[in-house]
């Protein structure tokens, strides 16, 4: 599917649907030609609601108000009403809300994220007819002074990230059968091929020397064996360097602690956190964005035969810490407490992120749709807001207390994997991680469990069912935003 900016009024192009966005259930627009046969279907105009007009070829969906999110969202219900049809071209206009670069780009996201499925496992697939969307820069609201190439680069930006982004919901969508440790090592080595990114991977040897004793339990019991791949995008003159670490848990079955049969179903979403930083990488590269990222793929499958772990066991982790196992179905934390350490051992980095499906009780705290943000320091939580603000991912805070802290106290080692109380999880998990940051980067880490957003069983604004690649667009954003502040400072 192609998008293509036009510099002509909407009704000069020629195409065999409109898109037209009611917005704020604003049916007297000049753009809304329809005005009484809307009325008589009483069509409301809410956020993402949909009323196609055959005769007129037109589709109206309705948007809250001209926010990036908001018309993002506008464009991916419209297409998704629009893609069993069998329309070749659309046509629609310009939305904008403060800049025209970044409306743009959000409304080319929308038709990209919408237009997304994964029918691999179906024996019929349905491929969508439409290949090429035109939009207009007659504008709804203002009459803008545009660059056109600006806004060419904008759709190009839009093509990256919502590919990058697709990329992940089809490896977090695939099964745990034909996606292990393995598949995301080959997919890795490709991108480093395709990039030239630095490739790096820690087989089940390599961890052993690394002294990974928390990561390989884990992954004992099962025949797909626990490994960790580092990609490297290191280009000249880098404003700044990132470490990105990510839980991939191809399989989560709890293990031992064995999830009941209702709860375990869903989880090949577990390796989310992993295929986000993949999606990043492959999004940073293709961007080819002055910034030195390193990835870390920290892959396992948590099983169960007679060589398990166990609840009562004692691990060593790479930094040293003792770590009392009570519970085998915290396995995400025990993986990251090795790739964290080793991801810190590696590389001196500016930022640290991790992302990872860590907790339920995320969800419970948050919802379905947002991902909760943990760590120190309080600006880098508020540069992440903006972050997710521009970039339509939702993000809620969740604080850090000296009180929670006392709970994975252990009387067996130097720290237990599960709090000893019901409440908060989402905290203490994350406050278990920071048992594994060192001190000198305790301001520069940031933990992201994105349980929430990263596997939703129905569809929502322009994600379908399954899996929505949750972290690759906050996470460009933010990178964005970083690479424009540091150009800033250095008054190029
Ligand atoms: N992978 C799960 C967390 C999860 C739950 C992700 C739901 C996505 C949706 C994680 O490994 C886990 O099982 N966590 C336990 C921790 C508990 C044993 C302390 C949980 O959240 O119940
Ligand atoms: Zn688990
Ligand atoms: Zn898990």
Known sequence: ?????????????????????????????????????????????????????????????????????????????????????????????????????????????????????????????????????????????????????????????????SKATNTVRDIVNTTPHDFTPKSMAKRAYKLANKY????????????????????????????????????????????????????????????????????MVTMKQDKSGASAVFGIMQAVAALNLPIEVHGFLAMAENMVDGSAFKPDDVLTAKNGTTIEVRNTDAEGRLVLADALSYAQQEVKSDYIFDFATLTGACVVAL?????????????????????????????????????????IKSEVADVCNISSSRYGGAITAALFLDRFIEKENKDKWMHIDIAGP??????????????????VRLMLSWMENLIVKEKGKNGS
Not at 454 to 471: I, L, R, T
Request: aromatic share 8%; proline share 2%.
């Open 196 to 263: 030239g990114l630095e490739y790096n991977i820690l087989n089940s040897d390599a961890l052993k020397e690394q002294k990974m004793e928390a990561m390989l339990a884990v992954g004992r019991a099962s025949i797909h064996k626990p490994l960790l791949v580092q990609l490297s995008h290191k280009p000249k003159n880098p404003v700044a360097t990132i470490s990105l670490v990510g839980k991939g848990l191809t399989y989560d079955s709890g293990g031992l602690s064995l999830k009941p049969s209702d709860y």
């Open 454 to 471: 990263a596997y939703v069983e129905e569809k929502w604004a322009y994600n379908p069912f399954g899996a929505s690649g949750a972290g």
């Open 367 to 407: 919802g379905h749709y947002t991902s909760g943000l943990m760590g120190h320091s309080s600006s880098l939580k508020h540069s992440l807001f903006e972050a997710a603000n521009k970039s339509g991912e939702l993000v809620g805070s969740l604080p850090f207390n000296d009180y929670l802290q006392k709970l």
């Open 1 to 161: 599917m192609q998008i293509e900016i036009i510099d002509k009024k909407n009704q000069d192009i020629s195409a065999d649907c409109e898109i037209v966005v009611v917005v704020d259930e604003n049916i007297e627009h000049r753009f809304i030609k329809d005005k009484k046969l809307l009325e008589k279907l009483n069509f409301e105009a809410k956020q993402d609601s949909t009323c196609f007009l055959a005769e007129s070829a037109r589709l109206y969906v309705g948007a809250k108000n001209l926010e990036h999110d908001a018309i993002r969202r506008a464009m991916g219900a419209a297409i998704m009403a629009l893609t069993s049809y069998s329309f070749k071209t659309l046509k629609t206009s310009l939305y904008i809300s403060q800049d025209v670069e970044h409306s743009t780009r959000a409304m080319a996201e929308g038709f990209l994220l919408g237009s997304y499925k994964f029918d691999n496992y179906k024996s019929k697939k349905s491929k969508s007819k439409i290949e090429k969307i035109y939009i207009s820069t007659e504008s709804y609201n203002k009459s803008i002074k545009f660059n056109l190439p600006s806004l060419t680069s904008a759709i190009q930006t839009a093509k990256v990230i």
